[in-house]
């Protein structure tokens, strides 16, 4: 069988990951210190997985309702309302997913048409230009520059605009650069989206992961803007629930409810195990706690990753969010390809390269510092020795 004949060209037209690359290059091979995979080192608060646990003793294994159980619906609408300051109907403008992703995906199947454009700010998570492939739009990067902290900028959204853009994508916090948009700076966005059919998607994954004292700004908050957004959220970053993969969208009606519908046919529901875990996460003064350390940890090793890279001779942006540091690796006359395959072959590092995340990555890394100070320590011994190295060649 000619398998070339039965496959999807939307599918086979796209790349795996850059990712899953060098985290699977690493499982096969011993004494790797993998700082490739954003994920948080930390183990799910246990009042959380106490909540877990007390479930599946009590037998709750059944379906829940489509759009995710209604208590926690109710706690997804108080905890959007308290951080970012908008106040979604739970029954009827929040959905709860198989972790962000699903939301995503659910969100640009939603809305668009064949040959819809959407517009995404690069460098940025690997899976959006995909998905938006898989639904039979366009993806139509838009460069982001360290020079602007990685910001989206006025102008370049207008210079990216055309009539058959159907929607803009707001990654910030920004995986894998750090790049945080401010409310004045979603304030300029704004007014250039303001008067069009432009819907917005917010991956707000990472937005308690906001550092400097400002706190996470939402453009779905600023005038006319709620009507237009999808806010994307999830329990993965911020509460160390990788594995448990739950998420959720919250927007108007008339989107979430097209939303529902295809989560109804592909998915059902989401684990019951894990919304119960999920209604002790966003309610429990104990996790709260245990998220509120996670976070300072965090803070703390940016702070040590920003200066052991420019100690190093890489001119390292101080990431504003997220938990992700993307130094500039040009000095070494490498590609980003080129850097991390020997890096890992010959110090047994594993990092990613920053095309992994759109063309404009290009002499970037991506270094996840999710992990212990001693994981990062020892990596970064590791790193420094292989530029050492390279000098003396």
Same mark, same amino acid.
């Given at each position: 069988?000619?398998?070339?004949?039965?496959?999807?060209e939307?599918?086979?037209?796209?790349?795996?990951?850059?990712?899953?690359?060098?985290?699977?290059?690493?499982?096969?091979?011993?004494?790797?210190?993998?700082?490739?995979?954003?994920?948080?080192?930390f183990? #799910?608060?246990?009042?959380? %997985?106490r +909540?877990?646990?007390?479930?599946?003793? $009590?037998?709750?294994? =059944?379906?829940?309702?489509? @759009?995710?159980?209604?208590?926690?619906?109710?706690?997804?609408?108080?905890?959007?309302?308290?951080?970012?300051?908008?106040?979604?109907?739970?029954?009827?403008?929040?959905?709860?997913?198989?972790?962000?992703?699903?939301?995503?995906?659910?969100?640009?199947?939603?809305?668009?048409?064949?040959?819809?454009?959407?517009?995404?700010?690069?460098?940025?998570?690997?899976?959006?230009?995909?998905?938006?492939?898989?639904?039979?739009?366009?993806?139509?990067?838009?460069? #982001?520059?360290?020079?602007? %902290?990685? +910001?989206?900028t006025?102008?370049a959204? $207008?210079?990216?605009? =055309?009539?058959?853009?159907? @929607?803009?994508?707001?990654?910030?916090?920004?995986?894998?650069?750090?790049?945080?948009?401010?409310?004045?700076?979603?304030?300029?966005?704004?007014?250039?989206?303001?008067?069009?059919?432009?819907?917005?998607?917010?991956?707000?994954?990472?937005?308690?992961?906001?550092?400097?004292?400002?706190?996470?700004?939402?453009?779905?908050?600023?005038?006319?803007?709620?009507?237009?957004?999808?806010?994307?959220?999830?329990?993965?970053?911020?509460?160390?629930?990788?594995?448990?993969?739950?998420?959720?969208?919250?927007?108007?009606?008339?989107?979430?409810?097209?939303?529902?519908?295809?989560?109804?046919?592909?998915?059902?529901?989401?684990?019951?195990?894990?919304?119960?875990?999920?209604?002790?996460?966003?309610?429990?003064?104990?996790?709260?706690?245990?998220?509120?350390?996670?976070?300072?940890e965090?803070?703390?090793?940016?702070?040590?990753?920003?200066?052991?890279?420019?100690?190093?001779?890489?001119?390292?942006?101080?990431?504003?969010?997220?938990f992700?540091?993307?130094?500039?690796?040009?000095s070494?006359?490498?590609?980003?390809?080129?850097?991390?395959?020997?890096?890992?072959?010959?110090?047994?590092?594993?990092?990613?390269?920053?095309?992994?995340?759109?063309?404009?990555?290009?002499?970037?890394?991506?270094?996840?510092?999710?992990?212990?100070?001693?994981?990062?320590?020892?990596?970064?011994?590791?790193?420094?020795?292989?530029?050492?190295?390279?000098?003396?060649?």
């Amino acid at each position: 069988m000619n398998y070339n004949n039965i496959l999807s060209e939307r599918v086979t037209g796209v790349e795996f990951s850059g990712i899953r690359k060098f985290f699977g290059l690493a499982e096969t091979m011993d004494n790797v210190i993998s700082l490739s995979v954003g994920e948080p080192d930390f183990k #799910t608060p246990w009042s959380i %997985r106490r +909540k877990a646990i007390l479930s599946l003793e $009590k037998g709750h294994t =059944t379906y829940t309702a489509n @759009a995710g159980m209604a208590e926690l619906r109710e706690r997804i609408r108080e905890y959007t309302l308290a951080t970012i300051g908008v106040d979604y109907c739970p029954k009827t403008e929040i959905a709860v997913t198989v972790g962000g992703s699903e939301a995503i995906d659910l969100a640009f199947r939603a809305i668009i048409n064949p040959g819809d454009e959407v517009l995404v700010p690069e460098p940025s998570f690997v899976c959006y230009s995909p998905i938006v492939s898989f639904a039979g739009g366009i993806p139509v990067p838009i460069v #982001t520059k360290q020079e602007d %902290r990685f +910001k989206l900028t006025p102008n370049a959204l $207008k210079a990216a605009i =055309t009539p058959k853009t159907k @929607a803009l994508i707001l990654p910030f916090p920004n995986n894998p650069t750090g790049g945080v948009m401010r409310r004045d700076e979603l304030l300029k966005i704004a007014e250039i989206i303001r008067g069009t059919n432009i819907m917005l998607l917010s991956d707000e994954i990472y937005a308690e992961l906001t550092y400097g004292g400002e706190k996470h700004a939402s453009i779905a908050t600023l005038d006319d803007m709620r009507e237009r957004t999808i806010v994307i959220n999830g329990f993965s970053k911020t509460f160390a629930m990788t594995g448990w993969r739950l998420g959720w969208a919250a927007g108007p009606e008339p989107i979430l409810e097209q939303m529902l519908k295809i989560h109804q046919y592909a998915i059902m529901s989401s684990p019951t195990t894990s919304q119960y875990a999920a209604i002790t996460a966003l309610s429990s003064p104990e996790a709260r706690k245990d998220v509120d350390y996670m976070i300072a940890e965090y803070d703390m090793r940016r702070r040590l990753c920003v200066k052991s890279f420019n100690d190093m001779g890489l001119d390292c942006f101080t990431p504003e969010g997220a938990f992700y540091v993307f130094p500039c690796i040009k000095s070494t006359g490498l590609t980003s390809e080129e850097f991390c395959e020997r890096l890992i072959k010959s110090k047994r590092v594993a990092v990613v390269p920053g095309t992994a995340f759109g063309k404009s990555g290009e002499g970037y890394i991506r270094v996840c510092y999710a992990y212990s100070l001693k994981h990062l320590t020892e990596a970064f011994g590791r790193i420094e020795d292989f530029l050492q190295t390279m000098g003396d060649l």
